[in-house]
C-alpha cells in the first residue's frame, strides 16, 4: 500500500467514527457526555491532518497524524475507567447542574433541554465493550496506518 492509501485509510477511519458517534447521538438517541465529545475532537482533527498530509509529503504530518487518534485512545480508555468506576471523571462529568440553560430556554416550548449525559453511566455496549472503549481499540488501529504511512516514502 502506498502512503497515501494509507493516509486516506486513517483519517476515513477517524470520519467514520466522528460519523458514527453522531449516528449514535442524532439517530440513536444517545446523548454524549463531555468525555464523549472530548473523544471525538482529536478525530477531527485527523480528517484534516489526512488532508494535508496528502498534499505535503514527508514524515512529519503522519506522525502528527498518529497523535490525534492515540490522544483519542487515552481519552476513551480514561471514560472506561470512569464508567467502570475504577477512578473518578472530570469535575464537568456530573449532571447535577443546569449551569448555560436560560431562563427562556426553560420556557421555550419548542426545544428540549436536556442535561448531558454522564461519564460514568455506559451508555451503549457490544460483546461487553463500551462505546469509549470501542474507541479506544479503533484508535490504536488508526495509529498504526497512520505510522506505516509515516515509514513511506
Known amino acids: 500500500m502506498t502512503r497515501n492509501h494509507l493516509i486516506l485509510i486513517a483519517a476515513a477511519g477517524s470520519l467514520a467514527l466522528v460519523l458514527g458517534a453522531f449516528a ?11 468525555l464523549c465529545w ?7 482533527a485527523a480528517v484534516g491532518i489526512g488532508a494535508l498530509a496528502l ?10 497524524g498518529a497523535l490525534a487518534p492515540l490522544t483519542s485512545a487515552g481519552i476513551g480508555l480514561f471514560h472506561v475507567g ?9 469535575a ?7 449551569e448555560g440553560v436560560s ?12 442535561a448531558p449525559a454522564a461519564c460514568d453511566k455506559i451508555a451503549w455496549a457490544m460483546m461487553g465493550i463500551s462505546m469509549p472503549g470501542w474507541n479506544a ?3 490504536l488501529v488508526l495509529v498504526g496506518f497512520w505510522i506505516a504511512a509515516a515509514r513511506r516514502r
Open 38 to 44: 472530548y473523544q471525538r475532537y482529536p478525530h477531527m
Open 82 to 90: 470512569v464508567e467502570q468506576k475504577w477512578w473518578e471523571g472530570l
Open 55 to 64: 498534499a505535503i509529503p514527508g514524515r512529519a504530518l503522519p506522525m502528527l
Open 24 to 34: 449514535f447521538q442524532y439517530i440513536g438517541g444517545l446523548a454524549p457526555c463531555v
Open 137 to 139: 481499540i479503533l484508535s
Open 103 to 114: 431562563g427562556a430556554d426553560l420556557l421555550n416550548t419548542d426545544i428540549t433541554v436536556g
Open 92 to 98: 464537568t462529568c456530573t449532571v447535577n447542574t443546569m
